[in-house]
Protein backbone atom coordinates (compact mmCIF):
# COMPACT_ATOMS: atom_id res chain seq x y z
CA UNK A 1 0.00 0.00 0.00
CA UNK A 2 2.74 2.56 0.57
CA UNK A 3 4.36 1.98 -2.49
CA UNK A 4 1.03 2.77 -4.44
CA UNK A 5 0.21 5.78 -2.33
CA UNK A 6 4.00 7.05 -3.46
CA UNK A 7 3.73 6.57 -7.22
CA UNK A 8 0.31 7.54 -7.08
CA UNK A 9 1.52 10.59 -5.38
CA UNK A 10 4.33 11.59 -7.55
CA UNK A 11 2.85 11.45 -11.30
CA UNK A 12 -0.62 13.33 -10.52
CA UNK A 13 0.52 15.59 -14.13
CA UNK A 14 1.83 12.43 -16.60
CA UNK A 15 -0.29 11.43 -18.95
CA UNK A 16 0.40 9.49 -22.00
CA UNK A 17 -2.46 8.80 -24.76
CA UNK A 18 -3.23 5.50 -25.63
CA UNK A 19 -3.46 3.89 -28.64
CA UNK A 20 -6.34 2.05 -28.48
CA UNK A 21 -8.80 4.84 -26.88
CA UNK A 22 -7.54 7.63 -28.10
CA UNK A 23 -7.73 9.08 -25.00
CA UNK A 24 -5.10 10.59 -22.54
CA UNK A 25 -4.47 8.00 -19.27
CA UNK A 26 -2.68 8.57 -16.11
CA UNK A 27 0.08 5.65 -16.33
CA UNK A 28 1.77 4.26 -13.17
CA UNK A 29 3.96 1.69 -11.60
CA UNK A 30 2.47 -0.09 -8.39
CA UNK A 31 4.40 -2.76 -8.12
CA UNK A 32 8.10 -4.67 -7.64
CA UNK A 33 8.84 -8.02 -9.76
CA UNK A 34 11.37 -10.57 -8.49
CA UNK A 35 14.55 -10.08 -10.92
CA UNK A 36 16.62 -12.62 -9.68
CA UNK A 37 15.96 -14.72 -12.81
CA UNK A 38 14.04 -12.30 -15.08
CA UNK A 39 15.28 -11.41 -18.70
CA UNK A 40 14.99 -8.25 -19.91
CA UNK A 41 15.93 -5.91 -23.41
CA UNK A 42 17.53 -2.57 -23.63
CA UNK A 43 14.69 -1.26 -22.83
CA UNK A 44 14.91 -2.58 -19.02
CA UNK A 45 11.71 -4.80 -19.64
CA UNK A 46 11.53 -7.91 -17.09
CA UNK A 47 9.09 -9.85 -18.72
CA UNK A 48 10.74 -10.22 -22.45
CA UNK A 49 11.55 -14.37 -22.66
CA UNK A 50 14.55 -15.60 -24.79
CA UNK A 51 15.64 -12.18 -25.16
CA UNK A 52 18.65 -12.73 -23.12
CA UNK A 53 19.81 -15.32 -25.69
CA UNK A 54 19.52 -13.11 -28.56
CA UNK A 55 21.91 -11.17 -27.06
CA UNK A 56 24.04 -14.15 -26.66
CA UNK A 57 23.92 -15.26 -29.66
CA UNK A 58 24.48 -12.04 -31.88
CA UNK A 59 26.93 -10.51 -29.78
CA UNK A 60 30.69 -11.17 -29.75
CA UNK A 61 31.65 -13.28 -26.42
CA UNK A 62 33.70 -10.52 -24.78
CA UNK A 63 30.76 -7.97 -25.60
CA UNK A 64 28.61 -10.14 -24.22
CA UNK A 65 30.81 -10.57 -20.81
CA UNK A 66 30.82 -7.17 -20.25
CA UNK A 67 27.33 -6.65 -20.75
CA UNK A 68 26.63 -9.53 -18.50
CA UNK A 69 28.43 -8.01 -15.68
CA UNK A 70 27.04 -4.39 -15.85
CA UNK A 71 23.61 -6.10 -15.91
CA UNK A 72 23.86 -7.38 -12.79
CA UNK A 73 24.81 -4.00 -11.34
CA UNK A 74 21.12 -2.55 -13.10
CA UNK A 75 19.26 -5.44 -11.84
CA UNK A 76 20.82 -4.78 -8.44
CA UNK A 77 20.48 -0.92 -8.64
CA UNK A 78 17.13 -0.88 -10.22
CA UNK A 79 15.89 -2.43 -6.64
CA UNK A 80 17.17 0.44 -5.15
CA UNK A 81 16.43 3.42 -7.49
CA UNK A 82 12.28 1.43 -6.63
CA UNK A 83 12.74 1.78 -2.90
CA UNK A 84 13.87 5.69 -3.80
CA UNK A 85 11.04 6.33 -5.64
CA UNK A 86 8.43 4.65 -3.24
CA UNK A 87 10.04 7.30 -0.99
CA UNK A 88 7.57 10.44 -0.34
CA UNK A 89 10.01 12.81 0.82
CA UNK A 90 11.77 12.17 -2.56
CA UNK A 91 9.41 12.40 -4.78
CA UNK A 92 7.06 15.38 -4.97
CA UNK A 93 4.89 16.19 -8.22
CA UNK A 94 6.83 19.34 -8.63
CA UNK A 95 10.19 17.40 -8.59
CA UNK A 96 8.66 15.36 -11.27
CA UNK A 97 7.85 18.21 -13.43
CA UNK A 98 11.36 19.77 -12.49
CA UNK A 99 13.81 16.92 -13.06
CA UNK A 100 11.68 15.85 -15.59
CA UNK A 101 12.11 19.19 -18.10
CA UNK A 102 15.47 19.99 -16.37
CA UNK A 103 16.41 16.87 -18.53
CA UNK A 104 15.93 18.42 -21.89
CA UNK A 105 19.08 20.99 -20.57
CA UNK A 106 21.29 17.83 -21.26
CA UNK A 107 20.36 16.66 -24.99
CA UNK A 108 21.74 16.74 -27.96
CA UNK A 109 18.67 18.79 -29.03
CA UNK A 110 19.47 21.69 -26.66
CA UNK A 111 22.89 21.78 -27.77
CA UNK A 112 22.04 21.71 -31.58
CA UNK A 113 19.67 24.69 -31.25
CA UNK A 114 22.02 26.77 -29.04
CA UNK A 115 25.51 26.45 -30.55
CA UNK A 116 24.56 28.13 -34.02
CA UNK A 117 23.76 31.30 -32.00
CA UNK A 118 27.36 31.47 -30.72
CA UNK A 119 28.13 31.99 -33.86
CA UNK A 120 26.16 34.21 -35.22
CA UNK A 121 27.08 36.76 -32.42
CA UNK A 122 30.68 36.04 -32.88
CA UNK A 123 31.62 33.52 -29.96
CA UNK A 124 33.33 31.51 -32.05
CA UNK A 125 36.29 30.26 -30.11
CA UNK A 126 33.81 29.37 -27.66
CA UNK A 127 31.73 27.87 -30.07
CA UNK A 128 34.26 25.83 -31.23
CA UNK A 129 35.60 24.67 -28.26
CA UNK A 130 31.88 23.72 -26.75
CA UNK A 131 31.50 21.50 -30.11
CA UNK A 132 34.85 19.53 -29.80
CA UNK A 133 33.93 18.69 -26.44
CA UNK A 134 30.03 17.77 -26.68
CA UNK A 135 30.94 16.01 -29.93
CA UNK A 136 33.53 13.92 -28.41
CA UNK A 137 31.00 12.95 -25.42
CA UNK A 138 28.04 11.98 -27.20
CA UNK A 139 29.99 9.80 -29.99
CA UNK A 140 32.09 8.04 -27.04
CA UNK A 141 28.55 7.45 -25.08
CA UNK A 142 26.77 6.30 -28.18
CA UNK A 143 29.98 3.96 -29.42
CA UNK A 144 29.95 2.41 -25.78
CA UNK A 145 26.28 2.60 -26.00
CA UNK A 146 25.99 0.09 -28.93
CA UNK A 147 29.12 -1.64 -27.94
CA UNK A 148 27.48 -2.75 -24.86
CA UNK A 149 24.40 -2.67 -25.40
CA UNK A 150 23.21 -2.70 -21.61
CA UNK A 151 19.67 -2.01 -20.79
CA UNK A 152 18.35 0.79 -18.83
CA UNK A 153 16.81 0.19 -15.06
CA UNK A 154 14.26 -2.35 -15.22
CA UNK A 155 10.76 -0.98 -15.19
CA UNK A 156 9.12 -2.43 -13.25
CA UNK A 157 9.85 -2.14 -10.67
CA UNK A 158 11.03 1.70 -11.71
CA UNK A 159 8.76 3.80 -12.91
CA UNK A 160 10.44 6.02 -15.67
CA UNK A 161 10.00 9.99 -16.77
CA UNK A 162 11.15 10.66 -20.05
CA UNK A 163 10.60 13.42 -22.61
CA UNK A 164 10.92 12.24 -26.46
CA UNK A 165 12.56 8.53 -27.53
CA UNK A 166 15.52 8.75 -25.20
CA UNK A 167 14.19 5.66 -23.49
CA UNK A 168 14.48 3.81 -26.93
CA UNK A 169 18.29 4.11 -26.32
CA UNK A 170 20.50 1.93 -24.09
CA UNK A 171 21.74 2.97 -20.86
CA UNK A 172 25.22 2.81 -20.67
CA UNK A 173 26.78 5.75 -19.95
CA UNK A 174 24.87 8.30 -19.59
CA UNK A 175 25.02 10.73 -22.19
CA UNK A 176 23.24 13.35 -20.07
CA UNK A 177 25.76 13.01 -17.20
CA UNK A 178 28.71 13.29 -19.72
CA UNK A 179 27.09 15.94 -21.50
CA UNK A 180 25.86 18.35 -18.95
CA UNK A 181 29.32 17.80 -16.89
CA UNK A 182 31.74 18.30 -19.82
CA UNK A 183 29.91 21.64 -20.74
CA UNK A 184 29.96 22.83 -16.92
CA UNK A 185 33.86 22.09 -16.53
CA UNK A 186 34.29 23.77 -19.90
CA UNK A 187 32.58 26.98 -19.11
CA UNK A 188 34.14 27.15 -15.67
CA UNK A 189 37.37 27.16 -17.50
CA UNK A 190 36.15 30.99 -19.30
CA UNK A 191 34.79 31.93 -16.24
CA UNK A 192 37.67 31.23 -13.78
CA UNK A 193 39.98 32.89 -17.15
CA UNK A 194 37.84 35.99 -16.63
CA UNK A 195 37.86 36.28 -12.97
CA UNK A 196 41.54 35.72 -12.55
CA UNK A 197 43.56 35.65 -15.64
CA UNK A 198 41.94 38.88 -17.31
CA UNK A 199 39.73 40.04 -14.01
CA UNK A 200 36.99 41.30 -16.12
CA UNK A 201 34.09 40.26 -13.44
CA UNK A 202 33.56 40.34 -10.31
CA UNK A 203 33.79 37.90 -7.64
CA UNK A 204 30.09 38.24 -6.67
CA UNK A 205 29.65 37.40 -10.55
CA UNK A 206 32.43 34.44 -10.26
CA UNK A 207 30.80 32.55 -7.18
CA UNK A 208 27.56 32.94 -8.49
CA UNK A 209 28.08 31.42 -12.14
CA UNK A 210 29.95 28.61 -10.15
CA UNK A 211 27.13 27.87 -8.24
CA UNK A 212 25.02 28.09 -11.25
CA UNK A 213 27.04 25.60 -12.72
CA UNK A 214 27.09 23.08 -10.29
CA UNK A 215 23.47 22.82 -9.76
CA UNK A 216 23.02 22.50 -13.48
CA UNK A 217 25.33 19.76 -13.22
CA UNK A 218 23.88 18.06 -10.14
CA UNK A 219 20.63 18.38 -11.39
CA UNK A 220 20.75 16.90 -14.71
CA UNK A 221 22.87 14.06 -13.39
CA UNK A 222 20.74 13.17 -10.20
CA UNK A 223 17.77 13.80 -12.65
CA UNK A 224 18.21 10.89 -14.28
CA UNK A 225 18.53 8.82 -11.09
CA UNK A 226 15.02 10.55 -10.09
CA UNK A 227 13.09 10.04 -13.51
CA UNK A 228 14.34 6.61 -13.84
CA UNK A 229 15.95 6.52 -16.66
CA UNK A 230 19.60 5.67 -15.54
CA UNK A 231 21.31 3.28 -12.64
CA UNK A 232 24.27 4.66 -10.69
CA UNK A 233 26.65 2.51 -12.50
CA UNK A 234 25.42 4.55 -16.19
CA UNK A 235 25.91 8.12 -14.58
CA UNK A 236 29.09 7.52 -12.55
CA UNK A 237 30.90 6.58 -15.83
CA UNK A 238 29.19 10.08 -16.92
CA UNK A 239 30.25 11.89 -15.06
CA UNK A 240 33.58 10.23 -15.52
CA UNK A 241 33.74 10.35 -19.46
CA UNK A 242 32.33 14.39 -18.89
CA UNK A 243 35.58 14.98 -17.01
CA UNK A 244 38.35 12.87 -19.02
CA UNK A 245 36.86 14.49 -21.95
CA UNK A 246 37.15 18.22 -20.69
CA UNK A 247 40.58 17.09 -19.73
CA UNK A 248 41.76 15.83 -23.36
CA UNK A 249 40.63 19.20 -24.30
CA UNK A 250 42.15 21.50 -22.42
CA UNK A 251 45.59 19.70 -23.01
CA UNK A 252 44.94 19.04 -26.65
CA UNK A 253 43.44 22.51 -27.38
CA UNK A 254 46.35 25.00 -28.22
CA UNK A 255 47.64 21.92 -30.18
CA UNK A 256 44.53 21.31 -32.73
CA UNK A 257 44.18 25.02 -33.09
CA UNK A 258 47.37 25.38 -34.29
CA UNK A 259 46.98 22.15 -36.27
CA UNK A 260 43.86 23.67 -37.74
CA UNK A 261 45.83 27.04 -38.42
CA UNK A 262 48.79 26.16 -40.21
CA UNK A 263 48.41 21.95 -41.76
CA UNK A 264 46.91 23.36 -45.12
CA UNK A 265 45.30 21.06 -47.31
CA UNK A 266 46.61 17.70 -44.56
CA UNK A 267 43.25 19.16 -42.74
CA UNK A 268 40.59 18.44 -44.80
CA UNK A 269 42.37 14.93 -46.27
CA UNK A 270 42.56 14.00 -42.57
CA UNK A 271 39.27 15.35 -41.44
CA UNK A 272 37.03 13.75 -43.97
CA UNK A 273 38.12 10.13 -44.35
CA UNK A 274 38.56 10.44 -40.46
CA UNK A 275 34.93 10.82 -40.04
CA UNK A 276 33.93 8.57 -42.33
CA UNK A 277 35.93 5.98 -40.36
CA UNK A 278 34.34 6.96 -37.16
CA UNK A 279 30.72 6.67 -38.89
CA UNK A 280 31.54 3.32 -40.42
CA UNK A 281 33.17 1.74 -37.23
CA UNK A 282 30.94 2.42 -34.81
CA UNK A 283 29.38 -0.57 -33.26
CA UNK A 284 26.83 -2.40 -34.90
CA UNK A 285 24.16 -2.69 -31.94
CA UNK A 286 21.67 -5.91 -31.40
CA UNK A 287 18.41 -3.36 -31.15
CA UNK A 288 17.72 -0.89 -33.36
CA UNK A 289 18.97 2.34 -31.17
CA UNK A 290 19.11 5.83 -31.76
CA UNK A 291 22.63 6.09 -30.85
CA UNK A 292 23.78 5.25 -33.97
CA UNK A 293 22.40 8.41 -35.43
CA UNK A 294 23.71 10.49 -32.64
CA UNK A 295 27.19 9.97 -33.29
CA UNK A 296 26.63 10.96 -37.13
CA UNK A 297 25.06 14.08 -36.00
CA UNK A 298 27.59 15.51 -33.71
CA UNK A 299 31.09 13.91 -35.73
CA UNK A 300 29.86 15.20 -38.83
CA UNK A 301 29.27 18.72 -36.88
CA UNK A 302 32.90 18.64 -35.38
CA UNK A 303 34.46 18.05 -39.25
CA UNK A 304 32.23 21.21 -40.15
CA UNK A 305 33.71 23.29 -37.65
CA UNK A 306 36.98 21.74 -37.90
CA UNK A 307 37.09 22.78 -41.50
CA UNK A 308 35.48 26.32 -40.72
CA UNK A 309 38.12 26.96 -38.88
CA UNK A 310 40.88 25.73 -41.77
CA UNK A 311 39.19 27.80 -44.42
CA UNK A 312 38.66 30.49 -42.11
CA UNK A 313 42.07 31.05 -41.05
CA UNK A 314 43.70 30.20 -44.57
CA UNK A 315 42.06 32.44 -46.52
CA UNK A 316 41.79 35.56 -44.25
CA UNK A 317 37.99 35.47 -43.71
CA UNK A 318 38.55 35.56 -40.05
CA UNK A 319 40.23 39.32 -40.28
CA UNK A 320 38.13 40.13 -42.91
CA UNK A 321 34.53 39.34 -41.49
CA UNK A 322 33.98 37.56 -38.80
CA UNK A 323 35.78 40.42 -37.07
CA UNK A 324 33.06 42.81 -37.85
CA UNK A 325 31.03 44.16 -35.11
CA UNK A 326 27.21 45.23 -34.97
CA UNK A 327 25.94 48.87 -35.60
CA UNK A 328 24.77 50.79 -32.90
CA UNK A 329 26.13 53.50 -30.67
CA UNK A 330 29.69 53.53 -29.36
CA UNK A 331 30.02 53.88 -25.59
CA UNK A 332 28.29 52.75 -22.45
CA UNK A 333 25.14 55.27 -22.40
CA UNK A 334 22.16 53.78 -24.91
CA UNK A 335 19.07 55.18 -25.50
CA UNK A 336 15.49 53.43 -25.50
CA UNK A 337 15.81 53.56 -29.23
CA UNK A 338 19.37 52.20 -29.68
CA UNK A 339 18.35 49.47 -27.41
CA UNK A 340 15.09 48.35 -29.33
CA UNK A 341 17.17 48.56 -33.05
CA UNK A 342 20.02 46.29 -31.55
CA UNK A 343 17.85 43.90 -30.54
CA UNK A 344 15.95 44.09 -33.89
CA UNK A 345 18.93 43.26 -35.72
CA UNK A 346 20.14 41.03 -33.57
CA UNK A 347 16.46 38.73 -34.23
CA UNK A 348 16.93 39.40 -37.45
CA UNK A 349 20.25 37.60 -37.61
CA UNK A 350 18.64 34.51 -35.29
CA UNK A 351 15.69 34.31 -37.51
CA UNK A 352 17.55 34.73 -40.67
CA UNK A 353 19.72 31.81 -39.43
CA UNK A 354 17.43 29.32 -38.41
CA UNK A 355 15.42 29.89 -41.65
CA UNK A 356 19.00 29.58 -44.00
CA UNK A 357 19.34 26.10 -41.76
CA UNK A 358 15.77 25.18 -42.54
CA UNK A 359 16.46 25.65 -45.90
CA UNK A 360 20.09 23.57 -46.37
CA UNK A 361 18.42 20.48 -43.99
CA UNK A 362 15.28 20.51 -46.86
CA UNK A 363 17.24 21.25 -50.02
CA UNK A 364 20.49 19.01 -49.26
CA UNK A 365 18.59 15.94 -48.31
CA UNK A 366 15.90 16.00 -50.97
CA UNK A 367 18.82 16.31 -53.45
CA UNK A 368 21.10 13.44 -51.94
CA UNK A 369 18.19 11.07 -51.55
CA UNK A 370 17.55 11.49 -55.74
CA UNK A 371 21.46 11.20 -56.15
CA UNK A 372 22.79 8.77 -53.58
CA UNK A 373 20.72 5.48 -54.05
CA UNK A 374 21.18 5.59 -57.89
CA UNK A 375 24.95 5.98 -57.72
CA UNK A 376 25.15 3.20 -54.85
CA UNK A 377 23.02 0.63 -56.71
CA UNK A 378 26.17 1.46 -59.75
CA UNK A 379 29.15 0.79 -57.40
CA UNK A 380 27.32 -2.09 -56.23
CA UNK A 381 27.95 -3.55 -59.56
CA UNK A 382 31.41 -3.28 -58.84
CA UNK A 383 32.07 -3.25 -55.24
CA UNK A 384 31.09 -4.53 -52.01
CA UNK A 385 29.50 -1.82 -50.64
CA UNK A 386 29.50 -1.12 -46.28
CA UNK A 387 26.52 -2.92 -45.18
CA UNK A 388 24.68 -1.33 -41.54
CA UNK A 389 22.61 -3.63 -40.10
CA UNK A 390 18.94 -1.90 -40.06
CA UNK A 391 19.83 -0.10 -42.86
CA UNK A 392 18.29 -1.10 -46.36
CA UNK A 393 20.81 -1.34 -49.15
CA UNK A 394 20.14 0.68 -52.41
CA UNK A 395 20.02 -2.63 -54.34
CA UNK A 396 16.75 -3.16 -52.13
CA UNK A 397 14.76 -0.58 -53.24
CA UNK A 398 14.04 2.02 -56.13
CA UNK A 399 13.09 4.84 -54.43
CA UNK A 400 12.73 6.30 -50.93
CA UNK A 401 9.97 7.47 -49.24
CA UNK A 402 9.42 11.46 -49.13
CA UNK A 403 9.09 11.10 -45.17
CA UNK A 404 12.47 9.24 -44.39
CA UNK A 405 14.26 9.59 -40.47
CA UNK A 406 15.91 12.79 -41.52
CA UNK A 407 13.38 15.29 -40.61
CA UNK A 408 13.66 19.27 -41.61
CA UNK A 409 13.63 20.55 -37.90
CA UNK A 410 17.77 21.23 -36.80
CA UNK A 411 17.86 18.40 -34.31
CA UNK A 412 20.02 15.50 -33.60
CA UNK A 413 17.06 13.01 -34.23
CA UNK A 414 13.84 14.12 -34.20
CA UNK A 415 12.42 17.56 -32.36
CA UNK A 416 8.96 16.83 -32.75
CA UNK A 417 9.56 13.99 -30.66
CA UNK A 418 11.39 16.07 -27.50
CA UNK A 419 7.29 17.68 -27.24
CA UNK A 420 5.95 14.20 -25.88
CA UNK A 421 5.92 13.08 -22.37
CA UNK A 422 6.00 10.07 -21.27
CA UNK A 423 5.91 7.96 -17.87
CA UNK A 424 7.43 4.60 -19.02
CA UNK A 425 6.22 1.37 -17.48
CA UNK A 426 5.64 -0.93 -20.26
CA UNK A 427 2.96 -3.72 -20.42
CA UNK A 428 3.51 -7.21 -19.51
CA UNK A 429 2.30 -8.06 -23.28
CA UNK A 430 4.49 -6.36 -25.14
CA UNK A 431 7.91 -8.45 -24.63
CA UNK A 432 6.15 -11.66 -25.38
CA UNK A 433 8.89 -11.41 -28.51
CA UNK A 434 12.19 -12.59 -28.70
CA UNK A 435 12.98 -10.75 -31.99
CA UNK A 436 14.91 -7.98 -31.50
CA UNK A 437 13.37 -4.48 -32.02
CA UNK A 438 13.04 -1.44 -34.83
CA UNK A 439 12.34 1.95 -33.89
CA UNK A 440 10.02 4.38 -35.94
CA UNK A 441 6.97 2.32 -36.32
CA UNK A 442 3.75 3.87 -36.42
CA UNK A 443 0.43 2.67 -35.75
CA UNK A 444 -2.72 2.39 -38.60
CA UNK A 445 -3.59 5.76 -38.37
CA UNK A 446 -0.25 7.09 -37.87
CA UNK A 447 0.17 7.92 -34.59
CA UNK A 448 3.49 6.60 -32.67
CA UNK A 449 3.78 4.75 -30.58
CA UNK A 450 2.60 5.96 -26.87
CA UNK A 451 5.36 4.09 -25.35
CA UNK A 452 7.97 4.33 -28.17
CA UNK A 453 7.95 0.50 -28.53
CA UNK A 454 8.13 -0.36 -31.93
CA UNK A 455 8.97 -4.59 -33.30
CA UNK A 456 10.13 -5.46 -36.76
CA UNK A 457 7.45 -8.08 -38.15
CA UNK A 458 5.68 -8.66 -34.97
CA UNK A 459 2.55 -7.55 -33.79
CA UNK A 460 2.11 -5.21 -29.79
CA UNK A 461 -1.15 -7.47 -28.39
CA UNK A 462 -3.00 -5.85 -25.45
CA UNK A 463 -6.32 -6.94 -24.23
CA UNK A 464 -8.11 -5.56 -27.02
CA UNK A 465 -6.42 -7.31 -29.47
CA UNK A 466 -3.83 -7.37 -31.89
CA UNK A 467 -2.35 -3.84 -32.91
CA UNK A 468 -0.57 -4.01 -36.37
CA UNK A 469 2.33 -1.61 -36.67
CA UNK A 470 4.17 0.00 -40.10
CA UNK A 471 7.43 -0.69 -40.33
CA UNK A 472 9.83 2.46 -41.21
CA UNK A 473 12.84 1.92 -42.81
CA UNK A 474 16.32 2.82 -42.18
CA UNK A 475 18.07 3.25 -45.94
CA UNK A 476 21.73 3.30 -46.51
CA UNK A 477 21.77 6.84 -48.17
CA UNK A 478 20.31 7.87 -45.06
CA UNK A 479 24.01 7.73 -43.31
CA UNK A 480 26.03 9.78 -45.77
CA UNK A 481 22.95 12.05 -46.36
CA UNK A 482 23.30 12.69 -42.96
CA UNK A 483 27.06 13.49 -42.93
CA UNK A 484 26.87 16.07 -45.66
CA UNK A 485 23.57 17.80 -43.85
CA UNK A 486 25.06 18.16 -40.61
CA UNK A 487 28.67 19.03 -41.68
CA UNK A 488 27.17 21.38 -43.83
CA UNK A 489 25.13 22.63 -41.57
CA UNK A 490 28.05 23.17 -38.95
CA UNK A 491 29.83 24.92 -42.12
CA UNK A 492 26.71 27.11 -42.61
CA UNK A 493 26.84 28.18 -39.05
CA UNK A 494 29.94 28.73 -38.26
CA UNK A 495 31.02 30.58 -41.71
CA UNK A 496 28.56 30.76 -44.25
CA UNK A 497 25.97 32.74 -42.09
CA UNK A 498 28.66 35.24 -40.04
CA UNK A 499 30.02 35.85 -43.23
CA UNK A 500 26.79 36.68 -44.95
CA UNK A 501 25.50 38.85 -41.75
CA UNK A 502 28.97 41.05 -42.20
CA UNK A 503 28.28 41.35 -46.05
CA UNK A 504 25.12 42.46 -45.44
CA UNK A 505 26.44 44.97 -42.95
CA UNK A 506 24.54 43.24 -39.78
CA UNK A 507 28.18 42.96 -38.20
CA UNK A 508 29.11 39.73 -36.25
CA UNK A 509 30.54 40.82 -32.86
CA UNK A 510 27.98 42.41 -30.70
CA UNK A 511 29.63 45.91 -29.00
Known amino acids: MSNQTSNTHALPSVTFHDEHTHNKKLFLATHHDKLEHSQLDKQGRTDAPYVEDVYETVLPWWRATIRARILSSVKQESLILARMQAREFIRHPWLDL ?26 EEFGRGLVIVLASGVYVVSFLKD ?12 TRLTIGTHHLEYGFPSTHSTNSVSMALFIFGYVRSAYIESNTISSS ?5 CVILVIYAVTVVFGRLYTGMH ?3 DCAVGVFLGV ?14 NWLATAHWIVPLTMIPICLLLVHYHPHPVDDCPCFEDAIAFASVFLGIALCRWHSVRYGVDERFLSSVMPGPQGTVWTWGDTASWWTLACAKVTVGILAIFVWRILTKSLLHLVLPPLFRLLASSFDLPHRRFYTPATDYQHMPVESSLRPIPSVIDLPGVLAVSPIMERSALGRTSEVKRRGAKSNDGSPSANGDNYSGSELENSNGPSQRKEVKHYDADVLTKVVVYAGLAILAGEGLPVTFALLGWGVKPQ
Open 98 to 123: YFLYSSTLGTQTFFMIGLPLTFFFGY
Open 147 to 158: LVCSPRPLAPPV
Open 205 to 209: IYYGS
Open 231 to 233: SFT
Open 244 to 257: AIWGAYVIMKETFG
